[in-house]
T-cell receptor, first 115, second 114 residues
């Protein structure tokens, strides 16, 4: 069974540009969450999608957005990039509906560098 | 709101010795607790979880964790450390009111020396 796939693995962008990251969850998983990991702030929740609907959102500015497609694949977009957006962006998928006993499986992440 | 604390930035242990990585949590309802490990330039890998039942949870690669409700702790343990266990470890809690959102601790770097 394939794991969570994130593309691309590495990105370098210039301040002011926008970027789109992609995540393909484990087959059959309908929940996709996104996290930002930085040395200073650690792992922070961005948002979660379930069945194409945003179910929860973290405390990030509106420049960060996402969506989920009917095949459960998800994308996140960051507009007007800032230097502070440089981070490892992690996608996680979970099975089924909201069941507290299901663990999340993470992709290898996309390393975004803003210059 | 839920929160997780990992009081040690780094834990050093000799190979073959037991290891403990500490985690304390705060949630309003029942805690659902997880441990993940991260190797360099990789994503997070699931180790184990506590949902309900036995306070001692066994997971992957010989790791286990002890849930203590009165101390609101969920410490990760292993009887005999390996050099290959050296990595970054994260404790996380899930809040029912926040969907599938995980709140992570700051992480603890485990260094196992030969």
């Amino acid at each position: 069974k394939a794991g969570v796939t994130q593309t691309p693995r590495y990105l370098i962008k210039t301040r002011g540009q926008q970027v789109t990251l992609s995540c393909s969850p484990i087959s059959g998983h309908r929940s996709v969450s996104w996290y930002q990991q930085t040395p200073g702030q650690g792992l922070q929740f961005l948002f979660e999608y379930f069945s194409e609907t945003q179910r929860n959102k973290g405390n990030f500015p509106g420049r960060f957005s996402g969506r989920q497609f009917s095949n459960s694949r998800s994308e996140m977009n960051v507009s007007t990039l800032e230097l502070g957006d440089s981070a490892l962006y992690l996608c996680a998928s979970s099975s089924g509906t909201v069941r507290m006993n299901t663990e999340a499986f993470f992709g290898q992440g996309t390393r975004l560098t803003v210059v | 709101a839920q929160s997780v604390a990992q009081p040690e930035d780094q834990v050093n242990v000799a190979e073959g010795n037991p290891l403990t990585v500490k985690c304390t949590y705060s949630v309003s309802g029942n805690p659902y607790l997880f441990w993940y490990v991260q190797y360099p330039n990789r994503g997070l890998q699931f180790l184990l979880k506590y949902i309900t039942g036995d306070n001692l949870v066994k997971g992957s690669y010989g790791f286990e964790a002890e849930f203590n409700k009165s101390q609101t702790s969920f410490h990760l343990k292993k009887p005999s450390a390996l050099v290959s266990d050296s990595a970054l470890y994260f404790c996380a809690v899930r809040d029912y009111d926040a969907g599938n959102m995980l709140t992570f601790g700051g992480g603890t770097r485990l260094m196992v020396k030969p």
